[in-house]
């Protein structure tokens, strides 16, 4: 019963990560990554060629390895998180212009804490 959720699962992550990769609000890899994890369990096949994927495979056996982020994702996701910022505060009534900053904030500090591949 396990394997056709974990595959459906993995599906739907994958989907999401798609979906992430046109949308900026949207992230791509951490539904990757989530993919990876479904599929090393239900279809390793697709585990494979998540992994050897030229452009999200890094990232994926960075986190799996060593829980690291790639030093550029996380220039990138600064870039994209200061972005959403200021499009919050530009356009955000009251003091809900605050909340991109300060989640965007919270996230920046902790993919600082996370070591750099």
Do not use: N, Q
Not at 19 to 40: K, Q
Not at 82 to 92: N, V
């Amino acid at each position: 019963m396990k394997t056709p959720v974990y595959r459906a699962l993995g599906v739907i992550s994958v989907g999401l990560g798609l979906i992430g990769a046109l949308l900026p609000l949207l992230p791509t890899t951490p539904f990757l990554i989530l993919a990876a994890y479904f599929f090393a369990r239900s279809h390793p096949a697709w585990e494979v060629k998540l992994l050897a994927h030229p452009t999200a495979g890094p990232a994926i056996r960075a986190w799996r390895d060593h829980r690291a982020i790639p030093r550029f994702a996380k220039v990138m996701a600064g870039v994209m998180l200061a972005i959403s910022a200021i499009g919050g505060w530009l356009t955000l009534p009251g003091d809900w212009r605050y909340l991109p900053a300060v989640v965007g904030g919270v996230v920046m500090l902790w993919m600082l804490s996370r070591p750099s591949r």
